[in-house]
């Protein structure tokens, strides 16, 4: 891609009416979530915010994944997924129970 290259996209001049000397030339951006330099601006942002909201504390990122035999039932039928999230939660809580985490 020729994101934020001189001969690729360009670049924008802001001169300084009052300071004739002082230029300063800024990149453009293709914001495409495909393009390596946009979309790592664009995930260090995100994981910076996620920072923010998130307690600063040891975690563990838990995947629960459907069969993909189910995916398309969950995908026609939405009124199933707080079922399957319901189950997802009560075996995390059995299981942290059963380990001492939570009380059981």
Request: contains cysteine; proline residues 9%.
């Amino acid at each position: 891609m020729n994101c934020r290259e001189p001969n690729g996209l360009g670049y924008t001049t802001f001169a300084c009416p009052d300071h004739p000397d002082q230029i300063t030339h800024i990149p453009r951006s293709c914001k495409s979530r495909f393009c390596p330099v946009c979309a790592k601006i664009q995930v260090d942002k995100w994981v910076a915010d996620m920072n923010r909201l998130f307690p600063n504390c040891p975690y563990f990122h838990i995947t629960f994944t459907v069969p993909s035999q189910f995916r398309i039932l969950l995908f026609e039928k939405r009124s199933l997924l707080n079922a399957v999230f319901s189950a997802g939660a009560r075996t995390l809580l059995s299981f942290l129970g059963e380990q001492g985490i939570l009380p059981a």
